[in-house]
């Protein structure tokens, strides 16, 4: 059965739907044919990510940490399935100094899948992220060992568990809640991690769009967090999406799925390839130690993602940095003055 045939028609709720990656899963499920409603309380998310399909879709300004459970009822009645992308979030920075805020995402997810169980909604596939892994596992640079969703089994109540400050806790104990429902009350759905996604829409407190705002600044000497050698595995947005829907249409019993390239670039190295697209480069680098940097060596291990989902990533680095960067500068004025609060901070 092709995903044309299973997502059209059918109605489909997102909530965070006007964030990065939420608006780019509205556009797709748009192409596929479904009826869309998103959630949002535009706290991060803005609804110029919408602005080419808001008249398509019913959108809701609500905020799901305090809404009440009649109100949850009455958005969710009607919704086959439900994509769970509503958060506090942000990059590294973002998160390490906003610990109490993230930490209410406990209330967001409880309400979801409460009103997922409450309205029969048919499966319900929950955003989750690589920092449910243990930071135990990732602190050798140049390691070429992948985590494996195993590595942070929410299955395995009974075993030794660990994650990655605040944010990464909370989203396994989201993991952890989601298997609960299941247990209990037979919700269906499926935990995607996430890892270090990038793209179009995304905002200056995640590192790419950081990295690219400073470029265009022309920051000279450029700062980098950390000592430079910290490694990532980026993900593209339009290939974390087309993951999240396989997730959808192919697990039901709350497995967790790795979308992830599984290959690590250093911080350094994509600066230096921003830089090139860019066709310039600072005279000298500055690295600020004191700086949150997070896991020192992090990438997805996505054979579980093939072997159940036949997903694979499509975009190369260069190529989904490309994309990004021409539109960051389609979209945004060129700085003359770097404004460091930004990289902090969620703005509008």
Known sequence: MS???????????????????????VDRLLELGSHITVVDNLSSGKLANLSACLDRIKFINADLEYITRAELKKI???????FHL????????????????VCSNFA?????????????????IFAS??????????????????LKEEDSNPFNADGFLSADIEYGWE????????????????????????????GPRENETHAIIALIYKALCKMD????????????????????????????????DCTPINLGTGRKYSIIDVVKVICGILNW???KFKFDTSKPVGALSRALDPTRAKKLLGWEPQFDLERGLRITIDWYTKTHAIYTKFNDKILLEHHT
Request: proline share 3%; glycine share 10%.
């Open 76 to 82: 969710f009645g009607d919704q086959n399935k439900v």
């Open 281 to 283: 480069k600072p005279s």
């Open 108 to 124: 967001i997810d409880h309400h979801v899948f409460e009103a997922c169980l409450d309205t029969n909604v048919e499966k319900v």
């Open 171 to 198: 989203k396994l104990m989201a993991e952890m809640q989601m298997i609960s429902f299941m247990k209990q009350y037979g919700l269906k759905g499926c935990p995607v991690r996430f890892v270090t996604a990038y």
């Open 221 to 252: 000497p450029f700062e980098i967090w950390g000592d430079g050698q910290q490694e990532r595995d980026f993900t593209y947005v339009k290939d974390i999406v087309e993951g999240t829907i396989k997730s959808a249409e192919n697990i039901s």
């Open 129 to 146: 992220t690589a920092c449910v892994y243990p930071t135990r596992l990732q602190e050798e640079i140049g390691s070429d060992y992948k």
């Open 3 to 25: 995903s044309d045939i299973k997502w059209k028609d059918i109605n489909v709720l997102v909530t965070g739907g006007a964030s990065f990656i939420g608006s780019h899963l």
């Open 86 to 101: 509503a958060a506090v979030h942000g990059g590294r920075g973002f998160i390490a100094t906003h610990p109490a805020d």
